[in-house]
């Protein structure tokens, strides 16, 4: 079963013409915290409990929730951890956050970072590279650590879920302290440009 979705300009309309949407953002707190859709709240992917959403939505349980994330993939997966819950009612935005940017959804900007899409590039390059030198230089068999990541690459391709992802995303530099006021600071922007 196909999971619906709607396009960052339908958002957009909607967010004009009605009062209270739920937008769910999943990506980790620090992905959030450098640029989200105003209206969005944040509840990383990997912490995410359906039931708990659902239960806190009382009085409000038919009207659709929204799902984010930086491009579509995690929303994907975050509207399946719904429907696997019970709650059909549930929608993707197509694009993620970039999308909605592009489209020019008021977004809030905080402090930059390094994207975790970037971080698992360097990491897993850094690991194909390690696993090569240290083939060469101290023992053939640590080649298997190259071959473990590529494999672990094709897994993630092939499945769209990226394991290397959701492990970098537990790390301490990828986690926000709950000041409360993370975004307070940043004014609401409208596209890239601003």
Same mark, same amino acid.
């Given at each position: 079963?196909?999971?619906?979705?709607?396009?960052?300009?339908?958002?957009a309309e909607l967010c004009?013409t009605s009062r209270k949407?739920?937008?769910?953002?999943?990506?980790?707190?620090?992905?959030?915290?450098?640029?989200?859709?105003?209206?969005?709240?944040?509840?990383?992917?990997?912490?995410?409990?359906?039931?708990?959403?659902?239960?806190a939505r009382a009085g409000?349980?038919?009207?659709?929730?929204?799902?984010?994330? +930086?491009?579509?993939?995690?929303? +994907?997966?975050?509207?399946?951890?719904?429907?696997?819950?019970?709650?059909?009612?549930?929608?993707?935005?197509?694009?993620?956050?970039?999308?909605?940017?592009?489209?020019?959804?008021?977004?809030?900007?905080?402090?930059?970072?390094?994207?975790?899409?970037?971080?698992?590039?360097?990491?897993?390059?850094?690991?194909?590279?390690?696993?090569?030198?240290?083939?060469?230089?101290?023992?053939?068999?640590?080649?298997?650590?190259?071959?473990?990541?590529?494999?672990?690459?094709?897994?993630?391709?092939?499945?769209?879920?990226?394991?290397?992802?959701?492990?970098?995303? +537990?790390?301490?530099?990828?986690?926000?302290?709950?000041?409360?006021?993370?975004?307070?600071?940043?004014?609401?922007?409208?596209?890239?440009?601003?």
């Amino acid at each position: 079963m196909s999971i619906p979705a709607i396009t960052p300009a339908d958002l957009a309309e909607l967010c004009k013409t009605s009062r209270k949407i739920d937008l769910i953002d999943v990506r980790t707190p620090m992905e959030y915290r450098e640029a989200h859709v105003e209206i969005a709240r944040n509840v990383p992917l990997d912490t995410l409990d359906p039931a708990a959403e659902m239960k806190a939505r009382a009085g409000s349980e038919t009207a659709p929730i929204y799902v984010i994330c +930086r491009s579509g993939s995690r929303g +994907r997966q975050a509207c399946e951890k719904f429907r696997a819950a019970g709650f059909t009612n549930v929608v993707n935005v197509e694009g993620g956050t970039l999308a909605c940017i592009e489209c020019g959804l008021s977004v809030i900007r905080g402090k930059r970072m390094v994207s975790l899409e970037r971080q698992v590039r360097i990491a897993a390059g850094l690991l194909v590279l390690l696993g090569c030198l240290l083939g060469w230089l101290v023992h053939p068999a640590f080649v298997a650590l190259a071959a473990f990541v590529g494999a672990g690459l094709v897994f993630a391709g092939v499945t769209d879920t990226c394991g290397m992802g959701l492990l970098l995303a +537990r790390m301490p530099w990828n986690r926000v302290k709950e000041t409360g006021t993370c975004c307070s600071v940043a004014q609401p922007q409208k596209g890239i440009g601003s």
